[in-house]
C-alpha cells in the first residue's frame, strides 16, 4: 500500500457552453476537475488550497472514512470550512472498497462544478470478478446553468420558490450540439471493433436523476457505488445524483458513430425542451461516418416502468471473496417520512416557502461543525431527540393532516458502536411525490425492500432480500413508495444522511447519526488534525 500525495487548488476559471461564458470555481482550472487514483489500502492525502472567495469543503462521496470522520467533507457537519486563502489536507485509508466513486465540494452549490471522479483499483494482483476490460473510461455527467449558480439558489431562497433548472445537462462538460449555438460533437469515446471498455459512469448532477444509453449498445452492470455487482445486461442505465455505476461495453464487428445520451428520469411528464438531453458519440476508430446514428429508442422521459426494472436486477455479487453482510437482525427500526412542505415566511411574496423535511423536522445548519461539537462534548449545538418514527402516523403518499406542522431544529439520533439499523424511508405526497435520493455518510447499506404506497410493518419484512440486496451508499426512494436499508454502525462519528436532490438538501431533507466510540475495542474515532479549519 502507498501514500498518495494530490493538491487540489481551489480556482476560478472562466468557461464556454451554451454561447455563453461565466466564471466557475474548479479544481485546477479543470471541469470536470481531476481523477483521484489509489489502489484499496492505499493512504490519500489531499491539500486542499482555496483560492475563491467562497467557503470550501471537500466530500469524498462513498469512502468509508473508517476512524476519520474529520476527513469526511459536509460543512458545519464534520468540519468548518476552509475560508477563502487557508488550506487543509483531507488525510484517510481506503479500506474494503474498490471501484468508482466520486469528489464533490460540500457547502452551498458548489457542487455544480467543483466535482471529479475517484477510481480506487483492487489491491495490486487481485483481479476484477469479470474480465479486464481492453480500456476504462471516466464518464461524468452534470447540470449546467447559464447564470451564476449560487445566485440561482440565492434567488429562490429569497422567493420561497422553487430554483430555476439548468440550462442543459453535459457528458463530461459537454452538452453535445446545440441548435443554434454549436454544431460540436461534446465527448468522443473512442473505440476499436471487438475490444471491451469499462465506464466509470457518475452523476454529478445537482438535482437530476438520469437515464443513460449508447445507441446500438447494450451495457452490462457490474458495480455500483464501489460494490460489485452480480452482473446484467441491460440497454438503459438509471443513475440518481451521488451514485456511481461501472458498466461494460462490447464494442461490436463495426463501424461509425452512435450517439450516446443523458437525460433526465421525471414521474411527471414535464414540457420536453430540447437541452434537456445531453449527447456524446462513440466513435469506431478508422470509421469516417460524419453523423452518429440516433437512440432508436430515445432516453424515456416517463419511465417509471424503465427506473423499476433496473432497479430490481441490482443485487450485490455476494461471493466468496465478496460477501453480503447483511444485517440479519436489528436493534432500531426506524421509519422516517422523507418530503416536501410549505411553511410560512413573512418575507417571501407568496407568505410561504418551500421546506424539506425527514420527520418533520426540516433540519438547520448549526454554525459549528457537529463532530466538533461531539468530540469535545461542546453543548448546545445540537439535541439527540431526532424522531424514530413520524409525528403521527397517517396516509404519507395521500394528503398530509392539517394539525401536522413542520418544526425546525439541529436533531440528531444517537447509535451505540455496533447497532444495527433498519431505516424505512417513506416518500410523502405533501407538494408533489418525488424520487428522493437519500445519501448516507460513512456507511454502505443494504437496500432490502421496496414497494409502493405506505410501508406495512406487519406484511413488507416477510419479502425483504436479506441475502444478497444491492449494497449501496446512495438509493432513491420511489415517488409515492418507501425503500428500506438496513447497516451495521461500525463507524464512529457524525454521520450525515440527506436527499442527494442539492435543492431538497438546501430546503432541509438531511440529518445525522451520531456514532459513539467502540468501548473496549480498537474503534474510536482518531482525534482531529492539528490543521483542521476553524469557524
Ligand atoms: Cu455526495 Cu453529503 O454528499
Known sequence: CRVRHYKFNVV???????????????????????????????????????????????????????????????????????????????????????????????????????????VILPKRGVPYPFPKPHKEVVVILGEWWKSDVEAVINEALGSGLAPNVSDAHTINGHPGPVPGCSSQDGFQLQVDPGKTYMLRLINAALNEELFFKIAGHQLTVVEVDAVYTKPFKTDTVLIAPGQTTNVLLTAGRSSGKYLVAASPFMDTPVVAVDNMTATATLHYSGSLATSATTLTNPPPQNATPVATNFM??????????????????????????????????????????????????????????????????????????????????????GTQPANLQTINGTKVYRLRYNDTVQVVLQDTGMIAPENHPIHLHGFNFFAVGRGLGN?????????????????????GVPSGGWTAIRFRADNPGVWFMHCHLEVHTTWGLKMAFVVDNGKGTNQSLLPPPSDLPKC
Open 455 to 475: 410501508y406495512n410493518p406487519k406484511k413488507d419484512p416477510a419479502k425483504f432480500n436479506l441475502v444478497d440486496p444491492i449494497e449501496r451508499n446512495t438509493i
Open 312 to 397: 430490481d436486477s441490482l443485487r450485490s455479487l455476494n461471493s466468496k471473496q465478496y460477501p453480503a453482510k447483511v444485517p440479519q437482525t436489528v436493534d432500531h427500526s426506524l421509519l422516517f417520512s422523507v418530503g416536501l412542505g410549505v411553511n410560512p415566511c413573512s418575507t417571501c411574496p407568496n407568505g410561504s416557502r418551500v421546506v424539506a423535511d425527514i420527520n418533520n423536522v426540516s433540519f438547520v445548519m448549526p454554525t459549528t461543525a457537529l463532530l466538533q461539537a461531539h468530540f469535545f462534548n461542546i453543548s448546545g449545538v445540537f439535541t439527540d431527540d431526532f424522531p424514530a418514527n413520524p409525528p403521527i402516523a397517517y396516509n404519507y403518499t
Open 12 to 118: 476560478t476559471r472562466n468557461f464556454t457552453r451554451l454561447c455563453s461564458t461565466k466564471p466557475i470555481v474548479t479544481v485546477n482550472g479543470r471541469f470536470p476537475g481531476p481523477t483521484l487514483y489509489a489502489r484499496e489500502g492505499d493512504t490519500v492525502l489531499v491539500k486542499v488550497v482555496n483560492h475563491v472567495q467562497y467557503n470550501v469543503t471537500i466530500h469524498w462521496h462513498g469512502i468509508r472514512q473508517l476512524r476519520t470522520g474529520w476527513a469526511d467533507g459536509p460543512a458545519y457537519i464534520t468540519q468548518c470550512p476552509i475560508q477563502p486563502g487557508q488550506s487543509y489536507v483531507y488525510n484517510f485509508t481506503i479500506t474494503g472498497q474498490r471501484g468508482t466513486l466520486l469528489w464533490h465540494a460540500h457547502i452551498l452549490w458548489l457542487r455544480a462544478t467543483l466535482h471529479g471522479a475517484i
